[in-house]
């Protein structure tokens, strides 16, 4: 009978304790599991929303005015661009396959950055004054460049987030056209924003109209001015591409039979329209029109837009797909008798030839025997 030795028993190593920083990696780690972007960029949206729904009682109990608008107007305003932008970027973010830091960083950054201004301008509205170009005080004029430097980050971040998405190789090419052509025109718009920080011909420290002060008689909702230029309207035609390119481009999807390059197509012709509506818009404010009043120029270069793009349009899509214009360059031209094309009728003799069998003789032909002797 044997024995079976005893194994000695390995002492336990002593666990060593983390460090302060090891211990804030693995916090963050978590973190970044249990929240992901486009949660982040939700929230953002949520409290968005609910700044709208306060502006909204604002509108109806708050009876005051500010540069001649209703005093809640703007929060109510930029509420419902921020929450629209917000959604459409948590669009964009949910198709970047990876890049889950930068992903995080972009969304928690613009969700940041968005909020904190509607957070000032509904400070300056509880103040009783303008949030925008607005330099009576010290304080005002260091909350409105506080707010410049945010956009410029909501820029920089909404370019990242377009180069992320795009990176995607599987993407669809209709909706890619929409993401890349929806942040470009948005990224116009946003730019368009330095016509009014320069515009200090008729506002000392920058404005939007275009020919008086602000505070002017302006559109319902809007407030655009209904007697002189205008720069906000040029503004919004290119910062809501971002939510205009992409809707079109998952309507064509889902809406049509097209193939991703067709659709991509005429996702390109509605950017290329937008962005030239943008300029327009711009150029017809910088000359001190008002959106409804418009002179012969601007609606003789609004119809040659309208015509380009439905040109465009046309082109589109009477253009064969890739794949027909393949078979139609390989069939060749047809014969006189228009039948059946010439390079087909050859292709046609050269297939069937093997038909008859490789060892088929042919007539008027011997096979040669072993030795060369005829058989």
């Given at each position: 009978?044997t024995t079976?030795?005893a194994v ?6 002593p666990?060593?304790?983390a460090?302060p920083?090891?211990?804030a990696?693995?916090l963050?780690?978590?973190?970044r599991?249990?929240l ?14 609910a ?19 209703p005093a ?9 661009s ?5 959604l459409?970027?948590r ?11 930068a ?6 950054a ?8 509607l ?33 410029s980050l ?12 795009l ?5 669809d ?6 993401i890349g ?9 946003m ?23 602000d505070?002017g008689p ?17 503004h ?7 939510q205009?390119?992409?809707l079109?481009?998952?309507?064509l ?10 659709r ?8 290329t329209a937008?962005?030239?509506?943008v ?13 409804l ?8 270069a609004?119809?040659?837009?309208a015509a380009?793009?439905?040109a ?5 899509l ?6 027909a214009?393949l078979?139609a ?11 059946v ?14 038909a ?13 025997g ?6």
């Open positions: 009978m079976t030795a000695p028993a390995v002492p336990a190593v666990a060593v304790p460090t920083a090891e211990r990696r693995r963050a780690g978590g973190g599991r249990r992901d972007p486009g949660t982040v960029l939700a929230v953002g949206a949520a409290a968005s929303a700044l709208l729904a306060v502006s909204a009682a604002g509108l109806v109990l708050d009876d005051r005015t500010i540069t001649g608008a809640w107007l703007k929060p109510a305003k930029f509420a419902v921020v929450t629209a932008y917000l459409s970027l669009w964009v973010l949910s198709h970047v396959r990876g890049h889950r830091r992903t995080g960083a972009v969304s928690a613009v969700a940041v950055a968005l909020v904190l201004e957070g000032a301008i509904t400070t300056q509205v509880l103040r009783d004054t303008s949030s925008h170009f607005n330099a009576t005080t010290p304080f005002d004029g260091a909350l409105f460049q506080a707010m410049g430097a945010v956009i909501v820029f920089l971040a909404t370019v990242a987030a377009g180069v992320l998405a990176r995607n190789r599987d993407l090419a209709g909706v890619a056209a929409g052509w929806g942040v470009a025109v948005s990224l116009l718009g730019a368009e924003a330095v016509l009014m920080i320069t515009n200090g011909a008729w506002n000392p420290t920058g404005g939007h109209t275009v020919g008086a002060p505070g302006g559109l319902p909702l809007t407030g655009w001015s209904t007697a002189h230029g205008d720069l906000r309207v040029a919004f035609a290119g910062l809501h591409a971002l205009v390119l992409p079109l481009a998952w309507a999807a889902r809406g049509t039979g097209l193939d991703p390059r067709t991509a197509r005429l996702v390109a012709v509605a950017g937008q962005a030239a509506l300029v327009l818009l711009a150029w017809q404010a910088l000359r001190g029109q008002a959106l009043r418009p002179d012969a120029p601007t609606l003789l609004l119809a040659v837009l380009a793009t439905a465009g349009v046309l082109l589109v009477r253009r064969p797909p890739r794949g214009r078979a360059s390989r069939r060749g031209p047809l014969d006189r008798a228009g039948a094309p010439a390079r087909a009728r050859l292709l046609q003799r050269r297939d069937a030839r093997p008859a069998g490789r060892g088929a003789r042919r007539p008027g032909r011997r096979r040669a072993v030795g060369g002797r005829a058989r």
